[in-house]
């Protein structure tokens, strides 16, 4: 194979498996883990929970994209999709999925019963999500639905290196409405002129906000509404999460929790208020969801390791960064 077709076939392989965004999927994992340790790091355990955490994320992913390929071929940013241009079978995607779900799946039982558990209902939970997230009436259940998947991801990560408790339940009740936000606010904004255009159900849609031109949206009252108030309850209870949890640095993490939250708030605005032209609206909403994922952060009970701040800088925030390079490259037609 030529140096050009072996690039072309590892951008499939990436693409297929949404590598871009497993920032996203690793976060919940170290956190998941986080919140049980007294001192967090990143030690055998974590790693692999890491590896069998990539494993749900392509068999998510992937499946996802078979089940919207028919949307996909109308959405310009989904255009170097092979399965969009038709370099690769939706069976093969499916048995990719497949498999990856089965690894994922020995690698928890490997854990133990409990993280098998917790990982069987994640991926029960996102790949009902997949076939149906678009589809329901009443889109605030798929945003609730594929919230309660990552949770229980969380969770698994938890019970495949400790036990999960308290700091745990908080992280995953936390992760619940971020999703809710993420994807009934953020992605739907985002996505908003090509799923209105083709029929797909969502938490915008169904509170008025309508396309403007081929990349804006307009917001209503409602919508705005809804987030803000999302955006409130997520305070709550990050700041209730860590006044229960107490700890060392109470008032230092609340006063973070209260920063943190002001800012994404702001950037959440700053989204909403710029999303009619589109033009810088998805940065502003990079940033929030990228403050939204570390917040939980302030939920952990243990003092952090230096290995644990690198995985996060390294498996977190350089997928995150080329998303956005690539989302600027795609803005400029580069």
């Known amino acids: 194979m030529s140096g050009g077709g072996m690039r072309s076939a590892v951008r499939d392989v990436a693409q297929i498996g949404r590598l871009s965004l497993l920032g996203g999927t690793w976060i919940l994992i170290l956190l998941?883990?986080?919140?049980?340790?007294?001192?967090?790091?990143?030690?055998r355990e974590v790693c692999f929970c890491l590896l069998v955490a990539a494993a749900f994320h392509v068999s998510v992913y992937a499946f996802n994209d078979v089940v919207d390929l028919s949307?996909?071929?109308?959405?310009?940013?989904?255009?170097?999709?092979?399965?969009?241009?038709?370099?690769i079978g939706a069976p093969?995607?499916?048995?990719?999925?497949?498999?990856?779900?089965?690894?994922?799946l020995?690698?928890?039982?490997?854990?133990?019963?409990?993280a098998f558990f917790y990982m069987a209902l994640a991926l029960v939970l996102l790949l009902v999500y997949d076939g149906y997230g678009k589809r329901l009436a009443f889109p605030?259940?798929?945003?609730?639905?594929?919230?309660?998947?990552?949770?229980?991801?969380v969770f698994y990560a938890a019970a495949s290196t400790g036990e999960p408790h308290g700091s745990t339940t908080w992280i995953g009740a936390y992760t619940v409405l971020t999703i809710v936000l993420?994807?009934?606010?953020?992605?739907s904004v985002r996505d908003l002129p090509n799923d209105y255009s083709h029929g797909a159900r969502t938490t915008a849609i169904m509170l008025?906000?309508?396309?403007?031109?081929?990349?804006?949206?307009?917001?209503?009252?409602?919508?705005?509404?809804?987030?803000?108030?999302?955006?409130?309850?997520l305070a709550l209870t990050l700041l209730l999460g860590v006044v229960d949890l107490g700890g060392d640095f109470v008032q230092l993490r609340i006063g973070l929790g209260l920063a943190g939250n002001a800012l994404a708030g702001v950037l959440l605005y700053a989204m909403l208020s710029r999303a009619p032209t589109g033009t810088g609206a998805w940065s502003f909403g990079l940033a929030h969801i990228v403050l939204t994922l570390l917040l939980p952060?302030?939920?952990?009970?243990?003092s952090f390791e230096s290995s644990f701040v690198i995985a996060i800088g390294l498996l977190f925030g350089l997928p995150t960064a080329a998303v956005g390079l690539a989302t600027v490259r795609w803005r400029r037609g580069i």
């Open 32 to 43: 998941g883990t986080a919140s049980v340790m007294s001192s967090v790091g990143l030690d």
């Open 71 to 87: 949307l996909d071929r109308t959405q310009p940013r989904r255009s170097a999709s092979p399965l969009v241009r038709g370099t």
């Open 92 to 104: 093969a995607v499916v048995a990719v999925a497949a498999g990856s779900a089965g690894l994922a």
């Open 106 to 114: 020995v690698g928890a039982g490997a854990k133990g019963s409990e």
């Open 140 to 153: 605030p259940i798929s945003d609730a639905l594929q919230g309660f998947g990552w949770a229980a991801l």
């Open 182 to 187: 993420l994807n009934g606010v953020t992605g």
């Open 208 to 233: 008025g906000a309508r396309p403007v031109g081929s990349l804006g949206a307009s917001i209503p009252v409602g919508l705005a509404v809804y987030a803000g108030a999302l955006q409130l309850v």
């Open 297 to 302: 952060l302030l939920l952990v009970p243990g």
